[in-house]
């Protein structure tokens, strides 16, 4: 390990927190926030944003708050609040009593909005959405005043306090901060504080019917929960002139914000409002569909929340946008299931095989190894006899060169079991094989060879009479291109038709039976399963979380990669 290793370098944002500390800044303090809005479940990018807000808390024995920035009651949704709070506690991180909502500070937006109005830089405005729209300008021209710029302030107030009481129209007004239409930063245009809108609030319900606008919401909001630290992604630096100035207007707690990039992964979207798409659209079957990049899909997926937080770590937080390669996530998932899986043999695509002179009836118990990376997790029995089920794809009746696997005349060796020599084998009318014979060896019980001979392959099975019936869901990527919309303009069309691959009538050994959902294995030889919530007692349903090749181990040895930044 190199000396950097051993210390790693603090990224760009730990640096600043530490540099806040060293100049007393905040009297020593630390404290963070992960504000989601609870428009959507949580994706793997909320991940980055949590393990970095709730990492820099916690390595400074401060707080981080959680909290709902809950504007917008027409997309929000109370069973988006519980999912979020149920991903984030799966994901390892407690916000103890620290959880919040901005619209339990409506009220104090409200007079913050009023004292804005006294001050002269707030006015109602009577254009419509479109008119504001029209007259916002652009990046290289100034936009327009409003025709009610100029307002007086008894006007203003009077007019916002009737935008309150309800003697408005939806959309017919609006409450605008009086900044510079002809700034350079559009955010600074003469922004929108309120808008009139009857819509019913996951919370407040039909309390209000006028809400803050996010820009009017998040810094105040901060203000309040005198957060040190705000941590947020590149899109908000523009705004972040627009925050000073309602802080500074207001004089009120300025917290620091800092911009870091926003996750990226090859082969995947996210962003909510596509996210939110693909559910209400249907081209998955919900939120947890195991092929989104939520983490409740993760979860039911087989995805620890280890392996997840290693991720996070390994991306680094960086200040320009960046595409993480999938193969990476993959990695890290792999590395954490290798670790911590039992092994079990499972036959995805089952083929008969039958040992015509081992005794009918006879059942042997086979010991297997639970997890060779792990000696504490024992060894397990697994029974054995006449009639086996083996993998089709280990059987080839004409093998090509390097097909070391079963071929009529051939030995193989079957874990932890036997050498078994193929004889015969039987076809259906359509000439498929469906059947094999087989003879074994007793001298190799356990699959040793006491004459020292050789055989090139070794497959796994599972025993007929005893192994149970199995549903399993193989997945590939939901997309089939690293940049999902790039080249075609619209990410939809770029969704992978061959993402879900349902195999019924699998066979697995017995003792996974009655495992719980949620449970995870290594099924030898095929990857990593999960047992997803729609098993039965009598029939499990598996879903692979990943298989077991590992593309990203090979780059990284072979470019001598440290494993620390994938930027
Ligand atoms: P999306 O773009 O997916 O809709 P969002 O920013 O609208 O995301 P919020 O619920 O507002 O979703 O996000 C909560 C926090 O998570 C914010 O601080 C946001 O910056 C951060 N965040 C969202 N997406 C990512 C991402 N891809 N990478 C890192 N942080 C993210
Ligand atoms: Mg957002």
Do not use: M
């Given at each position: 390990m190199s000396t950097a290793e051993a210390r790693p370098s603090l990224d760009f944002v730990r640096e600043a927190v530490a540099e806040d500390l060293r100049t007393g800044r905040f009297d020593g303090r630390v404290v963070t926030r992960f504000p989601p809005e609870p428009n959507g479940f949580l994706h793997i990018g909320h991940a980055k944003a949590i393990c970095l807000d709730f990492g820099i808390a916690a390595a400074h024995g401060g707080a981080c708050h959680l909290r709902f920035d809950d504007t917008n009651p027409m997309k929000e949704e109370n069973r988006f609040v519980e999912a979020i709070k149920r991903d984030l506690r799966w994901l390892g991180f407690d916000w103890s009593e620290h959880e919040y909502f901005a619209s339990d500070y409506y009220e104090q937006f409200y007079e913050y909005a009023v004292s804005l109005v006294r001050k002269g830089r707030a006015y109602v405005c009577d254009l419509g959405p479109d008119e504001i729209r029209a007259h916002r300008g652009t990046l290289t021209t100034p936009g327009q005043e409003s025709p009610?710029?100029?307002?007086s302030i008894d006007e203003n107030l009077e007019l916002f306090e009737r935008m309150r009481a309800g003697e408005c129209a939806d959309g017919s007004r609006t409450l605008r901060a009086k900044i510079d239409m002809a700034s350079p930063n559009l955010n600074m245009r003469d922004p929108v504080m309120y808008r009139v809108l009857r819509a019913t609030h996951h919370?407040?319900?039909?309390?209000?019917c006028i809400y803050p606008m996010y820009d009017f919401a998040h810094g105040q909001s901060d203000s309040i929960e005198r957060i040190t630290h705000s941590l947020c992604t590149l899109e908000f630096e523009d705004h972040r002139p627009l925050y000073d100035w309602f802080l500074d207007e207001l004089e009120i707690y300025h917290p620091r914000q800092i911009e870091f990039a926003r996750l990226n992964i090859t082969y995947t979207v996210l962003s909510k409002r596509r996210l939110v798409q693909l559910v209400d659209e249907g081209h998955v079957t919900g939120w947890d569909d195991p092929r989104m990049p939520t983490l409740a899909a993760m979860r039911r997926r087989g995805y620890t929340p280890e392996a997840i937080r290693a991720f996070c770590e390994k991306v680094g937080v960086t200040k320009t946008n960046s595409l993480s390669d999938v193969a990476l996530l993959e990695h890290c998932l792999r590395d954490d299931l290798n670790a911590r899986s039992p092994r079990v043999m499972g036959v995805l695509r089952p083929l008969k095989l039958v040992i015509d002179n081992y005794p009918a009836g006879q059942v042997e118990q086979m010991e297997a190894v639970n997890n060779p990376e792990d000696p504490g997790a024992g060894t397990r029995e697994v029974p054995f006899s006449r009639e086996l089920y083996i993998e089709?794809?280990?059987?080839?009746?004409d093998p090509p060169r390097k097909f070391f696997r079963l071929a009529p005349g051939r030995e193989v060796r079957l874990r932890y079991a036997y050498l078994v020599t193929c004889t015969d084998v039987v076809r259906n009318d359509a000439g498929e094989v469906v059947e094999l014979h087989c003879t074994y060896d007793p001298?190799?019980?356990?699959?040793?060879?006491p004459d020292g001979r050789k055989v090139k392959a070794t497959l796994h099975w599972v025993s007929a009479a005893h192994a149970i019936e199995a549903e399993v869901r193989l997945y590939d990527r939901l997309?089939?291109?690293?940049?999902?919309?790039?080249?075609?303009?619209?990410y939809v069309d770029d969704i992978n038709p061959h993402s879900l691959q349902v195999l019924t009538g699998c066979r697995v050994e017995p003792s996974v039976c009655g495992a719980e959902p949620g449970h995870r294995y290594q099924f030898e030889r095929q990857g990593y399963f999960c047992v997803d919530p729609d098993s039965s007692p009598t029939r499990p349903v598996f879903n692979?979380?990943?298989?077991?090749?590992?593309a990203w181990a090979k780059i990284d040895q072979a470019a001598g990669r440290k494993g620390s930044k994938a930027s």
């Open positions: 009610n710029r100029g307002r919370r407040t319900a039909d309390a209000w089709q794809d280990d059987f080839r009746e001298e190799t019980r356990g699959g040793t060879t997309f089939r291109t690293p940049r999902p919309g790039k080249d075609t303009g619209n692979r979380t990943v298989p077991l090749r590992d």
